[in-house]
């Protein structure tokens, strides 16, 4: 009896590992921005907007920081 039982959970237990690994594939997407990759190094748009990106999430991070530190001095 414990023996089906056991069996019965390995079996689910594949499924489950099975569609979890159908799942987490992202194989399909990787290829498709592989070729791209060596472009985005001669590529100004990709640089510029890359450098502006950073940019603009350092400077609201500082923002949020300092707003942070404010709301902390005042609440004391």
């Given at each position: 009896?414990?023996?089906?039982?056991?069996?019965?959970?390995?079996?689910?237990?594949?499924r489950?590992?099975?569609?979890?690994?159908?799942?987490?594939?992202?194989?399909?997407?990787?290829?498709?921005?592989?070729?791209?990759?060596?472009?985005?190094?001669?590529?100004?748009?990709?640089?510029?907007?890359?450098?502006?990106?950073?940019?603009?999430?350092?400077?609201?991070?500082i923002?949020?920081?300092?707003?942070?530190?404010?709301?902390?001095?005042?609440s004391?």
């Open positions: 009896m414990a023996s089906d039982g056991d069996a019965g959970r390995e079996r689910e237990s594949r489950i590992l099975d569609r979890v690994g159908r799942e987490a594939d992202s194989s399909g997407f990787a290829q498709q921005a592989t070729p791209q990759a060596a472009d985005r190094q001669s590529d100004p748009i990709e640089y510029w907007g890359t450098r502006i990106g950073r940019m603009l999430g350092l400077a609201i991070a923002v949020l920081m300092i707003t942070l530190a404010f709301y902390i001095v005042r004391l």
